[in-house]
């Protein structure tokens, strides 16, 4: 819904999940490279930022499944509603939002897109998610209400979680896991490893693999996690057609709490 503030700026677009999923350390405006018929779209307010996040791709930051309508009176030059977008930072602030996301474990999320002097912006926040309690606390002091603090009561455990991929656009599909990792309220990212390049195994003639470590702390049992890191390799499209094939997705379980376990009700193993 559009929503008139200070002249000159106009909101298009509120992501409201953001502040209650996240926390914020800090907060940047950024353009966006966007075609004719999608500048209309937005001026017409057929945007939706809610499910979005931007990661870096060639060292550039890429706004990835944010919603643009398609424009009903363009021609044949109509745009994708989910494509990809070039957010336009300048190097020093790209550099510091890289670390960021890939040796410190934040995310990048839109809070709101809004025309600036007719012209498009989006406001870019650099996040790391609230775990359950963070987000009754915030409940609380939004409405005064306390819903149940003390339902919160597991202890949170530390793990080490590998995520790589060798199949697609790499380095999106590890970014997405990030995200898909971060955005449930049982685990969170502490931090993450910079990326680095392995050769597939056995078979070092699959293409190469592109891989990260990170540093999560969890309230999911083992069995519960291997479940929750197995629906996300799904979700973003992984398939066994064979042995050792190569995958868009592929997370391993490092680490539980120090601890080396086996469950043979899942055939799970730690390390695994």
Request: charged fraction near 30%; proline fraction near 3%; glycine fraction near 6%.
């Amino acid at each position: 819904m559009k929503q008139k503030t200070s002249p000159g700026l106009k909101i298009i677009s509120l992501n409201r999940k953001a502040s209650f999923n996240f926390f914020f350390e800090n907060i940047y405006e950024a353009g966006l490279v966007l075609k004719g018929s999608e500048i209309k779209s937005i001026r017409s307010g057929k945007v939706n930022i809610s499910d979005a996040y931007a990661i870096e791709r060639d060292g550039e930051i890429i706004l990835i499944n944010a919603h643009i309508s398609s424009y009903k009176q363009a021609s044949y030059s109509d745009h994708n509603p989910m494509d990809d977008r070039k957010l336009l930072f300048n190097k020093k602030e790209i550099n510091k939002l890289i670390g960021k996301v890939n040796r410190e474990g934040f995310t990048l999320i839109p809070t709101k897109l809004y025309l600036k002097k007719g012209k498009a912006k989006i406001e870019i926040a650099v996040a790391k998610g609230k775990k359950q309690y963070d987000k009754r606390q915030t409940k609380k002091q939004e409405t005064g209400i306390d819903i149940g603090l003390g339902m919160f009561v597991k202890q949170a455990k530390n793990i080490i979680l590998a995520v790589g991929s060798n199949l697609g656009n790499r380095q999106h599909n590890i970014e997405k896991s990030k995200y898909l990792i971060n955005s449930n309220e049982k685990i969170k990212i502490i931090s993450s490893s910079s990326y680095y390049r392995t050769d597939s195994w056995p078979n070092k003639k699959n293409p190469y693999f592109l891989n990260i470590v990170l540093k999560c702390i969890t309230t999911f049992n083992p069995s519960e996690l291997f479940i929750f890191v197995k629906e996300i390799e799904k979700s973003l499209g992984r398939s066994k057609s064979y042995k050792n094939a190569p995958r868009i997705c592929d997370i391993d379980i490092i680490d539980y709490s120090q601890k080396n376990l086996l469950f043979s009700n899942i055939d799970l193993k730690i390390p695994h």
